[in-house]
């Protein structure tokens, strides 16, 4: 092996193991996600407290029984548009422990402003 | 001025404590210095709610028309009135729906100020895209101009999801590109162009592109409903004042878990609610939100 090739191999090396690093990480923070379907209906969610752990990640799936919904977590930053008929997803990782609300954001009718859920963050 | 003794007979006759200085805004004195610039006031009503019907209000029926009567109890009337939106109660029900705004139109038609301008609230138009609205008042966004100011109602209910929308925004930019940068400029608009509390979906989705828009104007006052409560808040220069309801009370903004109603006080009835007068006074340059509270007997 010539010295360019080591000076090579001594360069690349901590670059690999970064990179093996990383993958596992993404590898297990894949397996980590937990996968919740949340339906909606006029005018509430099922579940409508939904428990979550700190750092866990998690997957909504998000379906409606009759109409066009919204899905809205200002605390988390996520809202999706529910289509009757479809699943929305919303991925996020919660970052902080608590009760945080939810709400359907596209006026559904006399109980829209009723229809709230949330989350429960240990 | 003779607007302050308005008000205050306005008080003797409707029968209230007193009145209670907000704030103020800015920009009068260049209104003042401007030809055709006079003292004037408005009366703004909101969320009136009509056909809604439940614990929160037992008199839901009586509390339009009170207000009403109220305002028609003034010596000197206002210039105009403005609802910013929800006038009636949301219904599934097409017909049940023009019901309402035709009986809401009956009861306002008895107002003695000829000039009322109306816009929607999600309730009057967010299931059908303010098609039943229109039918009974018309574009759902206009301007229009009085004594030296320009006026624009926005439309931030029509779109079930709360949007003004890239069309009307464009509208908006278009019509601001017509003002002086100091042009005296009020929006009336239903929901809050600020993300005053999103959690309570509180907010406009696109409010901040209109608010962005404004931003260059310096005189630009926002007045709007929704919250069923008084709110004064500022982003940047812009003032906006929401206004209490005709139907009941809504909490302040997250201090409770949920924006349920605001149990009704046999004690103390009708309270939380009310309407407010906005005045401008050239003499000293002053432009003063008064409070009004509604009171128990129709006059």
């Not at chain 1, 209906?41 to 750092?55: A, E, V, W």
């Amino acid at each position: 092996m010539s010295a360019n090739q080591q000076r090579r191999l001594i360069l690349l090396g901590p670059l690999v193991l970064g990179l093996s690093a990383l993958t596992t990480t993404f590898i297990h923070a894949q397996a980590q996600e937990r996968v919740i379907k949340v339906v909606a209906k006029r005018f509430d969610y099922t579940p409508g407290d939904i428990q979550l752990k700190k750092g866990v990640p998690v997957v909504l799936e998000l379906t409606s029984l009759d109409v066009m919904m919204g899905f809205n977590a200002p605390d988390f930053g996520v809202r999706s548009d529910i289509v009757p008929g479809t699943v929305s997803r919303v991925r996020f990782t919660p970052n902080k422990v608590g009760t945080f609300p939810f709400h359907c954001d596209i006026f559904c009718g006399s109980g829209h402003e009723q229809m709230t859920g949330v989350f429960s963050v240990t | 001025m003779s607007n302050s003794i308005n008000r205050r007979d306005f008080m003797k006759l409707a029968g209230l404590g007193g009145a209670v200085f907000v704030s103020g805004l800015t920009g009068w004195s260049i209104a003042a210095q401007q030809a055709g610039a006079h003292d004037f006031y408005f009366v703004q009503l909101s969320d009136s709610h009509w056909g809604f019907e439940g614990p929160p209000n037992p008199d839901a029926r009586g509390t339009l028309p009170k207000a009403v009567a109220a305002v028609n109890s003034l010596n000197v009337l206002p210039d105009f009135i403005v609802f910013t939106g929800d006038l009636t109660h949301t219904t599934d029900d097409p017909q049940e729906r023009r019901k309402r705004l035709s009986e809401f139109k009956q009861i306002v038609g008895k107002l003695k100020v000829p000039n009322v301008h109306f816009m929607p609230g999600e309730h009057d138009a967010s299931l059908d895209h303010g098609a039943a609205f229109q039918e009974f008042f018309g574009k759902t966004h206009y301007t229009f101009n009085h004594k030296g100011m320009h006026f624009i109602v926005l439309d931030n209910v029509s779109d079930p999801a709360g949007r003004i929308g890239d069309e009307q925004l464009a509208w908006l930019a278009a019509d601001l590109k017509q003002q002086p940068q100091d042009a005296r400029i009020v929006v009336f608009t239903h929901r809050p162009l600020f993300d005053l509390y999103p959690q309570w979906d509180w907010a406009t989705r696109d409010g901040a592109q209109a608010v962005d828009l404004l931003m260059p104007h310096s005189n630009v006052t926002v007045f709007y409903g929704h919250i069923h409560q008084e709110n004064h808040h500022m982003t940047g220069h812009i003032a906006h004042h929401s206004a209490k309801s005709l139907i009941y009370p809504l909490p302040a903004p997250g201090s409770q878990p949920k924006r349920a109603p605001v149990p009704w006080d046999p004690a103390h009835p009708y309270r939380g609610l009310g309407f407010r007068e906005v005045d401008a006074e050239k003499a000293n340059a002053e432009y003063k939100i008064t409070e009004f509270p509604v009171r128990g007997q129709q006059s």
